[in-house]
């Protein structure tokens, strides 16, 4: 299995990350991939990336949320410096995106951002991990600029509708559709687009997003990447493949997106 989304740099996993990798390899897991949010989680990233090389990758970018307002300029400079830098060891840009939950007061300044690193991303013929939150009509509207073929990645936790769903499957094909712990909530779109062939097999990722969003029957807990076992389990379960099945092909499109 490859989590292709968790933070397990953060200080959530301080005290026992070596525990954590462990379990992570005993489950079955082969790679992880670690997305930036801002400046200050560079260097833990690159850090644990170094510790555990061949086993956890990098990836860079400003998270939509993480944008100071007076001064993300220099935050997405300093981001885009770093990544520069560690060219040869980036996976990929992310996570950048758009986020309305908490409301638009930097929406201009999001477009702006996601704007500049997917620019950023295309000319390095990078993939992209898109966060995007409570603003899929704008993420779509945003994408119709750029060609289908400039475009790939991974959308974080995907959370929109059928038809969103849809118009990403059919237009931009290489954009996978990232699943993680909450297909398993009561209140998830996801299972029943799954297995209506919606979102198809051959354009899902497996992710986490640890320590967040753990699956059921962890709900409530620190999540970690050995977790996608129950992932996966629900997953099989629901579209009546083998449990195998599933790994294989979530494996097959993260190599593909990720080139991992």
Not at 75 to 90: G, P, V
Not at 102 to 123: D, F, H, M
Request: aromatic share 10%; glycine share 6%.
């Amino acid at each position: 299995m490859i989590d292709t989304h968790t933070h397990i740099y953060g200080r959530e996993f301080s005290s026992d990350i070596n525990e954590v990798i462990q379990r992570a390899k005993e489950a079955g897991v082969t790679k992880i991939l670690l997305p930036n949010t801002d400046e200050e989680s560079l260097s833990e990233i690159d850090s644990l990336c170094i510790d555990y090389s061949g086993f956890c990758f990098p990836m860079y970018g400003l998270h939509p949320t993480e944008i100071v307002l007076s001064r993300w300029k220099e935050q997405l400079d300093s981001i885009i410096s770093h990544a520069e830098t560690n060219i040869a060891r980036c996976i990929a840009c992310g996570e950048i995106g758009f986020d309305f939950h908490y409301g638009r007061e930097s929406e201009e300044v999001q477009y702006i951002c996601l704007k500049t690193q997917v620019g950023w991303a295309i000319s390095h013929h990078l993939p992209i991990s898109f966060h995007v939150r409570d603003a899929y009509p704008e993420f779509i509207n945003f994408l119709k600029q750029f060609s289908p073929n400039d475009i790939k990645g991974s959308l974080h936790c995907f959370s929109g509708n059928s038809e969103e769903a849809l118009f990403i499957r059919d237009n931009y094909q290489n954009l996978q559709f990232g699943i993680g712990g909450t297909i398993t909530y009561k209140n998830s779109k996801n299972p029943s687009m799954i297995k209506e062939g919606i979102i198809p097999l051959d354009r899902i990722v497996l992710e986490t997003d640890a320590p967040y969003l753990a699956p059921v029957p962890l709900r409530g807990k620190r999540n970690e990447p050995s977790y996608l076992t129950h992932v996966v389990s629900f997953i099989a379960e629901i579209t009546n493949r083998s449990y195998d099945d599933i790994v294989s092909i979530t494996d097959s499109n993260a190599k593909h997106i990720f080139s991992t």
